[in-house]
């Protein structure tokens, strides 16, 4: 796989993205984002980076730097199986993992990054110090298990399966994206319905709870798992996503907490800091925009409460 990024790239991607002198001192250098190993972000499916001026991340990575954090941003395959994208993110760490000096890395995933990230970590545990997963389906989505509905071979399936490869592709392209990975529209939903997710949870059962809804294992081969997600759909009137979060959310039966893409329980890995914060799937990456409950912790804040947790733990 020819999707490794360059060393001079990481080096001046991480350069581009420092806070400018005003943004730093938002919160004041005070240190206490200040990780021993570097902050590393993956995204969901469909994710990117940066597009057209608009962060996957909106406003993470400079309030995490603005306190001493070293953050890198990665970008994967937008569309493929779990294991895919991990190989591109692998290669990435292993380069963030150098250049900074330090060996090993603090993975972070939102929705699919949360398996994305694991395979990392079950893979190469010595280049990861910890694992934290926003809002990710490791049992499986509703969602998907509702897509997978459609049957498998038909007409149906390839024009659905064409039309988001093209989506894919389209974020691939404006994102500037490195991964030589093909789009695999199939490949994502066969990771994220149940089924799939289970082979996967039995290939890398590292921080996965063994009961219905509990916590998995804190600690495993030196890598620190956390997990925390939200179970609210519609959070805010002005926020067009909640209209896609809000629809999503029918796909689970009712009674059943969600963010609209994923079901609480299902997204507990390792010590489950939060699971009903007063988010959606969207909002637990701090969009659109940053438009968000206004009677919930903000979506920043609780990263810079999980980058100082990590600094406490000496990680």
């Known amino acids: 796989m020819n999707n490794k990024m360059p060393l001079f790239a990481l080096c001046l991607g991480s350069s581009l993205l420092l806070p400018a002198p005003a943004e730093a001192g938002l919160f004041g250098s005070t240190g206490y984002t200040k990780t021993k190993y570097p902050i590393v972000l993956t995204h969901g499916m469909l994710g990117w980076d940066t597009i057209l001026g608009l962060d996957y991340w909106y406003g993470i990575p400079s309030a995490l730097r603005s306190d001493g954090a070293a953050v890198y941003v990665t ?14 993110l692998l290669e990435q760490v292993e380069e963030i993992a150098a250049i900074s000096g330090k ?3 603090n993975l972070v995933g939102h929705s699919h990054g949360g398996a994305t990230t694991r395979y ?3 893979v190469r545990p010595d280049l990861v110090a ?28 390839g024009v659905v399966a064409g039309l988001v490869n093209a989506v894919g592709t389209v974020i691939h392209f404006l994102s500037g994206s490195i991964s030589q990975s093909p789009q695999n529209s199939l490949g994502s939903l066969e990771s994220l319905n149940s089924q799939g997710a289970a082979v996967f949870n039995a290939k890398y059962p590292q921080g996965i709870p063994t009961s219905a809804c509990g916590e998995g294992a804190y600690k495993v081969n030196g890598v620190s798992y956390y997990s925390w997600s939200g179970t609210a759909p519609l959070t805010h009137a002005l926020d067009p996503m909640d209209l896609i979060t809000g629809a999503a959310s029918l796909a689970f039966p009712r009674g059943v907490a969600n963010d609209g893409f994923v079901e609480r329980c ?14 959606n799937h969207l909002d637990e990456v701090n969009q659109f925009l940053g438009l968000s409950s206004l009677f919930e912790t903000d979506p920043v804040t609780v990263y810079r409460q999980q980058a100082n947790r990590l600094k406490t733990a000496g990680l």
């Open 266 to 279: 299902s997204s507990h890995l390792g010590k489950v800091i939060r699971d009903d914060y007063r988010m």
């Open 120 to 122: 990392v970590a079950a």
């Open 103 to 105: 060996g090993k890395v």
């Open 75 to 88: 970008e994967v395959v937008q569309l493929n199986t779990s294991e895919v994208r991990g190989e591109d």
């Open 130 to 157: 910890s694992v934290t997963s926003v809002g990710a389906p490791h049992k499986g989505s509703a969602v998907a298990d509702l897509i997978r509905k459609i049957p498998e071979g038909s007409a149906a399936e």
